[in-house]
């Protein structure tokens, strides 16, 4: 199949996949009388049918064709115009034309198609072998109406084809993307799991000070890179998988995972004061390191962007069949722009040097909450900042 001939195919598919056009054709023939009615592609070497009713036995069928020489619409498409013929006999333009006698018949209609680019696309015409009366306003103005109706139809097909194909590259591209992101997170596991590990072995047997602060350094620097990692890996599951899992184990104590967090993170900021308070007073059904890891990458933001000479607060509540968890850092108010896209993934607002990360720890933490049936809410004024997660305490 050449190349035009693929594109005569799309053509008739696309007419043939507006639904009005069978109803198009049948009105134009009982409204004018005439026996045969077409929509035909027409180009300059080609007229092909792609949609035909044909009451007079014409014998033309979709994708059929005729030399695009022999036809009227050979001239309509150069000219742009449409031709009107009640009785060839007795119009003087037609009367001694070739094509009527050619094929036949004595009235003849034919409306240009203009794509919504201005480009010629083809005509809708009809014909019979008997007289009509087709040159009055309401017969032209129903064909350049159902012309221009063909038009947006075939506009809009293209659009939508258009839209398809842009969406479907959007996609591999979005998946490649992600399949590298989660290939390579991955990846740095291992050799971060080495760094850690050669890290905390240095601190036990450094013989200096100095060598201890270097090895601490650099414990901290993995602690960091492996909260990305995670937030990278949550982030490539999101997006390829069916969104954040949930594994819950009765036996976890969410207290002592929460204590855990944060001491990791006191190591981490050791010139910062997180305070605590406890109001567990259910029990809490939920997956006990997933909040960890929640309560880390808010803690991790809240260190980042709280003043420095101001604590943190964490603060746990279970009441009511309800568990909240809020982390409060004094500072800065957010902006309503960047409120806007808080928990977007590779959102990170407005940050400092040294502050810059990947933007995926508050849409991790969201993801969390939303596993859990619940939310984070988030208030801030000139005053403070505080983020709260929002979970029933007894789901399963």
């Not at 293209?158 to 490649?176: G, M, N, S, V, W």
């Not at 390579?184 to 050799?191: A, F, K, S, V």
């Not at 722009?337 to 959102?347: N, V």
Request: aromatic fraction near 6%.
């Amino acid at each position: 199949m050449t190349q035009l001939s693929a594109n005569f195919e799309a053509d008739i598919e696309a007419i043939s996949s507006i639904p009005i056009v069978p109803t198009i054709l049948d009105v134009v023939c009982r409204t004018t009388g005439m026996g045969f009615a077409a929509i035909a592609r027409v180009t300059e070497d080609k007229w092909i049918a792609c949609s035909v009713k044909d009451d007079i036995l014409f014998g033309l069928l979709p994708g059929g064709e005729l030399q695009v020489e022999t036809t009227i619409c050979h001239e309509i498409r150069q000219s742009g115009e449409a031709v009107v013929i009640d009785h060839v006999d007795d119009d003087p333009n037609f009367c001694g034309h070739p094509t009527p006698a050619m094929y036949g018949f004595q009235s003849y209609i034919s409306m240009p198609i203009i794509r919504r680019d201005g480009s010629f696309f083809g005509t809708l015409c009809a014909i019979d072998p008997r007289p009509a009366k087709l040159k009055n306003p309401e017969t032209i103005g129903m064909f350049k109406l159902f012309s221009e109706l063909i038009s947006f139809h075939l506009n809009s097909i293209e659009q939508l084809q258009q839209a398809e194909a842009k969406l479907l590259e959007e996609q591999k591209t979005a998946e490649l993307r992600e399949q590298f992101i989660a290939i390579l997170g991955h990846d740095l596991r291992n050799p971060l799991g080495a760094i850690s590990t050669s890290a905390q072995l240095l601190v036990r047997i450094a013989p200096d000070e100095r060598s201890v602060r270097i090895a601490n350094i650099i414990q901290d620097a993995s602690y960091r890179m492996k909260g990305l990692i995670e937030n990278i890996l949550d982030f490539a599951r999101g997006r390829l998988g069916d969104g954040i899992s949930l594994q819950y184990d009765p036996n976890l104590s969410l207290e002592a995972s929460i204590l855990q967090v944060i001491a990791e993170m006191q190591a981490v900021w050791p010139n910062r004061n997180i305070e605590t308070e406890f109001r567990l007073t259910e029990q809490v059904n939920c997956d006990t390191k997933r909040i960890a890891q929640l309560l880390s990458n808010l803690l991790s933001n809240a260190l980042t962007h709280g003043k420095k000479d101001s604590p943190v607060k964490v603060l746990t509540i279970s009441a009511d069949g309800e568990f909240k968890l809020s982390v409060i850092n004094y500072g800065k108010k957010i902006s309503t722009e960047a409120m806007k896209r808080l928990f977007h993934p590779f959102s990170r607002g407005e940050v400092k040097p040294g502050q810059e990360g990947l933007g995926l720890g508050l849409y991790i933490a969201s993801e969390i909450a939303i596993a859990h049936g619940g939310n984070i809410d988030v208030t801030s004024t000139s005053e403070e900042t505080c983020f709260t997660l929002i979970i029933p305490s007894n789901q399963l």
